[in-house]
């Protein structure tokens, strides 16, 4: 059944639900049993009209039209207090055919922003086919009214194979070959197309989950970049920005399911056993208690950093320490990069 007639039948909480990853997003009240019955006789707190959504952490609620300009908000103003870019700034998403990403890429056309679109096609059999299927949806009935475009990148026509022949054939876990490859690629696009900077549709589950894991083991150099804004400190670096850092995803699927965005519902399923969701699941635990344990956890870490300066040193490091590939051209510590070691290692294994 198309998405649109399906979220007509269901009631939005229980559409939110489908979402595997609600499993690990939930964790502001919408599992409780008597939450739907509870909204139901809730008014938006903004136009005092019917709500459908409560948020427990901003002890509001809304109807559509306010949950929306709240969600515009809260994106415009990352932007503006991370100075990611401006109205004449040509902006390129990442986009997976999640609902994080392809909220993103809706919300920065709805803002005026110049914002094109990168899929990278990983060739995980039918989880790529489908999540391709829903980005180029999105792009030919939404996108393309702005004028925006899509830029597709295949793994397996420049690699030779999918992510996880690759990984098997480099002796690495999938996981951290798809990282290098997916870096590689959505960097090098943004610089050889031109675009000022690169943005992802990181939310602050995600960003708090990461800190929590840098924290646990003390990854200072991780801890250094984990800010939502970093600049392009060399040339053949983008910029990259993660104007979703202000929202949960649980927000992110219900502005989803609000407006008829259609995204790939299951996970890719190479995440599952990842170190990450079982962090999300911990504040999850927190933020049930403690509504607004994550929001305190990540910008409270960003406050902290801003007086540190961070950015300056990330810029004067990577001058210091980076260099082009000798093989490819893009920045790099060592000789070449991982992304020409790690193909190198895979022809190699083919060859042999
Ligand atoms: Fe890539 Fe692993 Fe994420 Fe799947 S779960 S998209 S393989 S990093
Ligand atoms: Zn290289």
């Known amino acids: 059944m198309p998405f649109a007639r399906l979220a007509l039948r269901m009631p939005l909480l229980a559409l939110i639900h489908r979402s595997a990853s609600c499993l690990i997003m939930c964790g502001a009240g919408l599992q409780s049993p008597g939450y739907a019955r509870m909204i139901g006789t809730m008014n938006c707190t903004r136009c005092k009209t019917k709500a459908v959504l409560k948020l427990p952490r901003h002890n509001a609620a809304f109807c559509k039209d306010c949950f929306n300009s709240f969600v515009h908000d809260q994106v415009y103003k990352a932007i503006r207090s991370q100075e990611m870019f401006g109205k004449n700034d040509r902006i390129l998403v990442a986009v997976s055919g999640g609902k994080d990403s392809l909220a993103l890429w809706d919300i920065l056309l709805k803002l005026g922003y110049k914002t094109d679109a990168l899929y990278v096609n990983l060739g995980i059999g039918g989880y790529s086919e489908s999540s391709q299927e829903k ?87 991780y801890l250094e970049k984990q800010g939502p804004s970093l600049p392009a400190s060399v040339d053949g670096f983008a910029k990259k920005v993660k104007p979703l850092y202000r929202l949960a995803e649980r927000e992110l699927a219900a502005y989803c399911v609000l407006n008829g965005i259609d995204y790939v519902v299951e996970e890719c399923p190479m995440a599952q056993g990842a170190r990450t969701l079982l962090y999300k699941e911990v504040l999850n635990r927190l933020e049930t208690e403690s509504p607004g344990t994550k929001q305190m956890f990540y910008w409270g870490f960003l406050e902290k950093s801003r007086t540190t300066e961070m950015p300056t040193n990330i810029m004067e490091k990577d001058r210091s320490t980076l260099h082009p590939c000798s093989l490819c051209g893009q920045p790099t510590t060592a000789e070449t990069c991982s992304y020409c070691k790690l193909m190198a290692r895979a022809n190699t294994s083919t060859a042999g």
């Not at 951290?176 to 997916?182: A, Q």
């Not at 549709?201 to 924290?215: F, K, M, P, S, T």
């Open 135 to 221: 980005v180029v949806h999105f792009s030919k009935t939404v996108a393309a009214g702005y004028g925006a475009v899509l830029h597709i990148h295949t793994v397996e026509r420049e690699g030779g194979a999918g992510i996880r022949e690759l990984a098997m054939m480099v002796h690495r876990p999938t996981c951290s070959t798809c990282g290098t490859i997916k870096r590689y690629q959505f960097n090098r696009i943004a610089v050889e197309q031109g675009y000022d900077v690169m943005a992802t549709g990181h939310n602050l589950d995600d960003e708090a989950a990461r800190l929590l894991g840098n924290v646990l083991h003390w990854q200072n150099e």
